[in-house]
């Protein structure tokens, strides 16, 4: 069964505020000014003058010589006295003039529409309302139909009743889906900050493995230092020796150039006496055998090893620190396990190995005493 709603437009808040602000005698919204009556009603003042000069036929003009006059409130019949200003007299209602302004310029602007639904008829009996609802078929329809139409032989309840279980339904399906929505926001907010807190974890512990790193570079670079400075202690302790030998070499070759340089002198001597008189140190000794016993008898000089000159030995060793930094990883929860068993089980041999030296110690006592107690009679 098909049915089609009627939808009409429905009035805004503003069309209740307009009737507050429509005058009672010309049905219009009030015009300024707008006086307000002793009774704290409001009138155009244009309209209250109608009402008092109808009320005060006599009073024509506020230059009359009558004073004042009177007429009745048209909301609540209060009857109001005027004094010779008549309804000039009345003091003008300046909030209920800007409530008008501010109306007037809310209703020029477009406002939305509202829809609202009429009660649905049946498409078979059209002068007939929903007012039920088919429990079997699962539709609403009319009493008609359950009477004498197709539904007669189903099963139906009152409309409201349905409408109140299945409303009823559906809210606590949105409770529980708002509910799971609920939670689904708490775990999708728990997984941002986790991932929020395994950042700021990973950045803290790439600070501490470079500062780790920084350390072992600084503990690099101090022993390097160490090392070069050992080799530069090497070189000149080296370097000072062979200058040393040098310069002792130099005062030789000088020494020996000189008994040459005698000795050649003597060979140019003419004659047999002249080259024995001949004297290397002008004394007169002319003794050529002095000089060859003087140059044979010169003691050889210290000489340098071999290999002196060679620095390998001075070639660190890196394989195993290299392995050794190879080997660097992440510490785990094993491996703390395994260094704290290791560590009790030392405390625990340290603890039973204490009894055992002292029990050897004593079986070490005991047999010396025993060795000395036998060797006793053998002195005497």
């Known amino acids: 069964m098909d049915f089609q709603p009627n939808i009409f ?30 009774c704290q009603h409001n009138l155009c003042r244009k309209c209250a003058n109608d009402i008092f000069q109808a009320a005060n036929p006599y009073y024509t003009s506020r230059g009359t010589n009558i004073t004042g006059g009177r007429f009745r409130c048209p909301s609540c019949r209060h009857e109001v006295v005027l004094d010779r200003h008549g309804v000039y007299g009345l003091q003008r209602n300046l909030l209920v003039e800007n409530i008008i302004d501010i109306y007037k310029q809310e209703s020029s602007s477009p406002r939305p529409m509202k829809a609202k639904v009429e009660q649905p008829m049946c498409a078979e009996h059209e002068d007939e309302k929903i007012n039920i609802y088919c429990v079997t078929c699962q539709v609403p329809t009319c009493s008609m139909c359950k009477v004498f139409g197709a539904h007669k032989d189903c099963q139906v309840s009152p409309l409201q009743t349905v409408y109140q279980q299945q409303k009823t339904e559906l809210s606590d399906r949105i409770a529980a889906l708002v509910a799971g929505n609920e939670r689904i926001q708490a775990v999708v907010t728990q997984m941002e ?6 950042e700021e974890n990973s950045q803290q512990q790439k600070r501490l493995l470079s500062q780790s790193f920084d350390g072992l570079y600084a503990a690099l670079e101090q022993r390097k230092a160490e090392l070069l400075s050992h080799i530069a202690a090497e070189q000149d302790s080296r370097t000072a020796r062979v200058r040393d030998l040098l310069q002792h070499y130099h005062q030789r070759l000088d020494s020996s150039s000189a008994l040459l ?5 003597c060979t140019d001597e003419p004659g047999e006496a002249n080259f024995l008189l001949v004297s290397p140190n002008g004394d007169g000794a002319g003794d050529v055998a002095v000089i060859m ?5 010169l003691s050889p000089l210290e000489r340098i090893e071999p290999g002196f000159e060679n620095m390998d030995q001075f070639t660190p060793d890196m394989e195993q620190v290299e392995e050794l930094l190879r080997t660097i990883d992440f510490s785990t929860e094993d491996d703390e396990e395994e260094e704290e068993g290791i560590d009790e089980g030392d405390k625990e041999g340290s603890e039973e190995g204490e009894p055992g030296q002292q029990d050897k110690a004593s079986g070490v006592g005991a047999e010396r005493n025993q060795r000395d107690g036998m060797m006793v009679p053998d002195r005497k």
């Open 9 to 38: 437009q429905e009035l805004g808040p503003l069309d209740g505020l307009e009737k507050q602000l429509m005058c009672p005698i010309c049905l219009e919204i009030f015009s300024k000014p707008v006086v307000i009556l002793p």
């Open 193 to 198: 900050n986790t991932c929020k807190t395994i």
């Open 261 to 265: 340089q005698t000795a050649i002198s």
């Open 293 to 297: 016993s003087s140059m044979v008898g």
